[in-house]
């Protein structure tokens, strides 16, 4: 277990999680190069400093470890017909078999089992779909359905996805002249997202030179971004919240280099709010940090107890979202709220193409190694 302190303060209900956020504060587009983006840095206890990202290696020592998330955003955005007539949009949220997805529709209402869906660059000019998705049950978790892809040419449903999808961006982002590769990390490799881990969209090839070069390692997990990230908090008592199950890698070569960080007395700094969940999800449920592949549904909130990460890089998160609440579980909810009205006044940007925050608490400033007297 890490020597994170447990925040002093731990408020349960929702609205103690809300704040108010100038419109013109949400971030429409990512800044150019992404590395230019303001960081702010809470150094200690009491205290914080505004920067930019260029600036990390700085904030970092030798020896500490970079854990980043390499899952890459697919284009699970459809837009296409009902067959009985009238729009409809298809959110791919993550595929139960090669043909069968977890899918969000729109209109709802319209959108039952049973109903055919009908894609293709001509749909609407009665040219022959490409592609049709039959709906076969609701998803009563999610509020989703369970649809089955069945591509009309001689070609798989994932190159049909990528000809026909458009990358998902956050129902906030309106106004946004952004490229789909903004909406990537330069370190994105495997596609299953449907969301992007937004903490590293900071990151440049350049950067991670300049911090290789002072001895800062990385190592990665995938967590594959849906709707358990996004999904709002609608619970007055926010220990009722469940978290809907994402998908998850922890490879042994991570493990291995997380365990070694640890011995030499470095710090593991997690890169966002997807990467922390996976580590800390295989230690909720192995009972320790361990390669694993499967799924993870925890929620962390004020009160959790750190078993794995020493910090955190992470954007500004929409109120009473569960990414608030983790964030509240490594510093507690009053600074944090303390700090958003700081970046506010500063002029930070905030949700997904925003700034950032370091979050390197007082207890990770000396050398320790939590890990060490338990490992196997």
Known sequence: MTDFPIAPERD????AYSYDLPMERIAQNPVSPRDRSKLLIIDGPDTHQHRHFYDLAAWLRPGDLLVLNNTKVIPARLFGQISTGGAAELLLIEPIDEIRWLALVRPGRRIQPGAELLFGEGVGDDEQPLLKA???DRDE???GRIVRLAPQLE????ELIHRLGQVPVPPYITQSSSLPEQYQTVFAQHEGAI??????LHFTQDLF????????????VTLHVGIGTFRPVEVTDIETHEMHQERIEVPVETVEKIWQTKAKGGRVITVGTTSTRA????????????????KTDLFIYPGYQWQVIDGMIT?????????????????????????????????YRFYSFGDAMLILPESTISERSALKSSRP
């Open 209 to 220: 030179t300049q911090l290789a070069n002072k001895g800062i390692d990385t190592a990665e």
């Open 279 to 294: 580590l800390e999800g295989v230690a909720a449920i192995c009972g320790k940090l361990e390669p694993y592949t499967g």
């Open 155 to 158: 070609t798989s449903v994932a």
């Open 134 to 136: 039959f709906v076969e």
């Open 141 to 143: 978790p999610t509020g």
């Open 12 to 15: 349960l209900q929702l609205s």
């Open 195 to 200: 969301a992007a881990p937004t903490a590293g």
């Open 315 to 347: 954007n500004f998160h929409l109120p009473e979202s569960s990414l608030l609440m983790m964030v509240s579980a490594l510093i507690g909810r009053e600074r944090l709220m303390g700090i958003y009205r700081d970046a506010i006044a500063n002029n």
